[in-house]
């Protein structure tokens, strides 16, 4: 019958030290953009006003809309944020994937369907299927 404490606290102790190692790694600072995604700088809104102010040092501004119905917002929201997150980490996986996230917390995965182009005076971009476009 000791055995069973015993194993919940060796549960408990493997538990503890897998959460200190992956704070660890996520609490990293932020990289600055790579030179070949230097493109993705700046302020990018959305039709519904979701936006997203990407900073060249690595750190990203969201404001979302968290009330809104519209299936582009769903999209596009962190969720597990308050409607406005400041200095979020911006890594990017690859071509495909921006990521924005919290130290510590992953919160939300893009996929880049499109990088951004030029389409007239306007700069565009296309993540999760949502047209985002950027402010001069």
Known sequence: MKQRPLRKYLVLVFLLMLYSFTSCISCKGPKPIPENKKAFIG?????????????????ADVTENNNSSNPDDNKLN???TPE???DMLVEFSGDSLLI??????RAR???INKNPYQDGDTCRMI??????IKQK
């Open 127 to 132: 993540l999760n299927g949502v047209l985002l």
């Open 43 to 59: 302020v990018w809104i959305s039709h519904t006003g979701f936006k997203m102010d990407i900073r060249s040092l690595g750190t």
């Open 84 to 86: 406005y997150s400041k």
């Open 78 to 80: 962190i969720g597990v």
């Open 100 to 105: 924005i996230r919290q130290p510590t917390v």
């Open 109 to 111: 995965e893009y996929h």
